[in-house]
C-alpha cells in the first residue's frame, strides 16, 4: 500500500501565520498565503468544523451530555470576523476573528490541518501552470 505524503497546511502552504489573544479576549489569527494556494485554503476552511462536546472540552462551557451534539462550521459559525482579499503582492490574506471560547479549537485545526500533492494540484488556480 502507497503512502501518501501529506503536507502541513499552516507551514508549507502559508507565508506568514500569527495568532494572538486579544485584550478584549478574542482570538485573532492573521495568515499571509501564496496565491497558488487560495482556493485550497478556501475549501480546507468550509470543511472545518467543531461540535458542542469539542466546545466544553476547550473551553469554560458546560455541555449537557445526554444530549445530541450539534455541529457548527467554523468559518461560518465561530468567528466574530472573517476577511480575505488578495494583496498588492498578488498573496492572498485571511483574517480571522473569533470569540474566546473558540480560539483554542481554531489552533487545534490549523495544527491539524494537512493536505496531498493531489490536493495541492486539485485546487491550484488554472492560470499557475
Known amino acids: 500500500m502507497e503512502e501518501i ?18 485584550a ?4 485573532d489569527i492573521n495568515m499571509i498565503i501564496p496565491a497558488r494556494f487560495k482556493n485550497l485554503w478556501l475549501y480546507k476552511l468550509e470543511q472545518l ?3 458542542d462536546q469539542e466546545i466544553a472540552h476547550y473551553s469554560d462551557i458546560n455541555q449537557d451530555s445526554s444530549s445530541k451534539s450539534k455541529t457548527y462550521h467554523m468559518i461560518k459559525d465561530c468567528v ?3 476577511q480575505s ?3 498588492e503582492d498578488g498573496r ?5 476573528k473569533a470569540p474566546k471560547q473558540f480560539g483554542l479549537i481554531w489552533e487545534i485545526k ?3 490541518l494537512f493536505t496531498s500533492m ?11 501552470d
Open 85 to 87: 482579499e488578495i494583496g
Open 49 to 51: 468544523c467543531t461540535d
Open 5 to 22: 505524503e501529506r503536507y502541513k497546511m499552516v507551514g508549507e502552504c502559508t507565508d506568514s501565520y500569527r495568532s494572538l489573544d486579544t
Open 110 to 112: 490549523f495544527s491539524d
Open 92 to 96: 492572498f490574506y485571511i483574517h480571522i
Open 24 to 27: 478584549d479576549g478574542t482570538a
Open 118 to 128: 493531489d490536493e495541492i494540484q486539485k485546487f491550484q488556480p488554472s492560470d499557475w
Open 80 to 82: 466574530e470576523e472573517f
